[in-house]
């Protein structure tokens, strides 16, 4: 259950917010809903105002814009995603295969 949860979360990022069709308010509301809770469940350990592990502050996100605006940063946060390499291997993470459909 939890690992379909995330994985739908997932599809929520790339498909809503990402998505050229949705208004902005639409997805910031997906932002706020979905993507700030998975990143707050799975990231903010490392990622967050005090701990900037990679240089990398998440929480400082706050809207879709915030998330989308940096494309360099999102592919590569996508990447770690879909290899299974964030959350780092020891953290509790979304089913690898599962991840892997739904991102690709
Ligand atoms: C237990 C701590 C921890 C957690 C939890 C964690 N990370 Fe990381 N993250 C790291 C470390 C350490 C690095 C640097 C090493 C690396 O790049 O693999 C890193 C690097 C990254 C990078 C590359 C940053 C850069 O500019 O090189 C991204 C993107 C990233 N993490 C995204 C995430 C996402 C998204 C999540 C949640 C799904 C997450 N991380 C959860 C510790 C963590």
């Known amino acids: 259950m939890l690992v379909l949860l995330l994985a739908a979360n997932l599809f929520v990022l790339q498909r809503h917010v990402l998505s050229e069709k949705d208004s902005p308010q639409d997805k910031d509301q997906t932002f706020e809903k979905v993507v700030q809770p998975f990143f707050a ?19 400082a996100l706050d809207n879709a814009e915030a998330l989308t605006k940096d494309r360099a940063k999102l592919n590569l946060l996508f990447t770690k995603l879909k290899s299974g390499q964030m959350p780092p291997p020891d953290q509790p993470r979304p089913n ?5 459909a739904v991102v690709d």
Request: glycine content about 4%.
């Open 96 to 100: 690898a295969d599962t991840m892997a």
């Open 41 to 59: 469940n799975h990231c903010f350990a490392c990622h967050n105002d005090d701990r900037h592990t990679a240089g990398l502050n998440l929480e």
